[in-house]
T-cell receptor, first 115, second 115 residues
Framework: GENVEQHPSTLSVQEGDSAVIKCTYSDSASNYFPWYKQELGKGPQLIIDIRSNVGEKKDQRIAVTLNKTAKHFSLHITETQPEDSAVYFCAAKPLSNFGNEKLTFGTGTRLTIIP | DGGITQSPKYLFRKEGQNVTLSCEQNLNHDAMYWYRQDPGQGLRLIYYSQIVNDFQKGDIAEGYSVSREKKESFPLTVTSAQKNPTAFYLC??????????????FGEGSWLTVV
């Protein structure tokens, strides 16, 4: 089955600086890669996702890059703000017409923005 | 508002008791999921269901049971056979039709503590 590794487990950056979180996956059949943000005591919220037919996707201060050859993808947050402090999870799964493949999560990165 | 509603938010269980966590969604999603999250850990899949009256075991199904009698409801029972049930439980759902399918959305979670 799929195995997703996520690094680093904790990350502290100064407000206004950029943050980068990296994930690697093992199953070459995976072609859908979402990122979730989880605030304390709440459920994860989807912040951005990418499918394997593109190498990069941006949404305001957030971007995700994908290297299918190397089997890794990364989350980039620019101009970080205190409200970006949270735990971030990457995930991977094959897309299908039936949606029955499981989503495999990384172990999470606790991001702290230092004012 | 459309979304996924989990209840209760906090639940205490005595050893030897079964407890049921409720999950309701009004997103008209076909698929529903239950995940377990331990402190500082990632998300592990307990059970999932693609259609009414059908469900499959995830990675850690032992000690848990589910039912899917209605499209919008997917309750999880934590049985006395689950030896270490204290955790944060997350319900999720997703459409299964392409191209909008495969994105998983989470509820706000339920905290279960064994006392």
């Amino acid at each position: 089955g799929e195995n997703v590794e996520q690094h680093p487990s904790t990350l502290s950056v100064q407000e206004g600086d950029s943050a980068v979180i990296k994930c690697t996956y093992s199953d070459s059949a995976s072609n859908y890669f979402p990122w979730y943000k989880q605030e304390l005591g709440k459920g994860p919220q989807l912040i951005i996702d990418i499918r394997s037919n593109v190498g990069e996707k941006k949404d305001q201060r957030i971007a995700v890059t994908l290297n299918k050859t190397a089997k890794h993808f990364s989350l980039h947050i620019t101009e970080t703000q205190p409200e970006d402090s949270a735990v971030y999870f990457c995930a991977a799964k094959p897309l299908s017409n039936f949606g029955n493949e499981k989503l495999t999560f990384g172990t999470g990165t606790r991001l702290t923005i230092i004012p | 508002d459309g979304g996924i509603t989990q209840s209760p938010k906090y639940l205490f269980r005595k050893e030897g008791q079964n407890v049921t966590l409720s999950c309701e969604q009004n997103l008209n999603h076909d698929a529903m999921y239950w995940y377990r999250q331990d402190p500082g850990q990632g998300l592990r899949l307990i059970y999932y269901s693609q259609i009414v009256n059908d469900f499959q075991k995830g990675d850690i199904a032992e000690g848990y049971s589910v039912s899917r009698e209605k499209k919008e409801s997917f309750p999880l029972t934590v049985t006395s056979a689950q030896k270490n049930p204290t955790a944060f439980y997350l319900c999720a759902s997703s459409p299964t039709t392409v191209p909008s399918g495969n994105t998983i959305y989470f509820g706000e979670g339920s905290w279960l503590t064994v006392v």
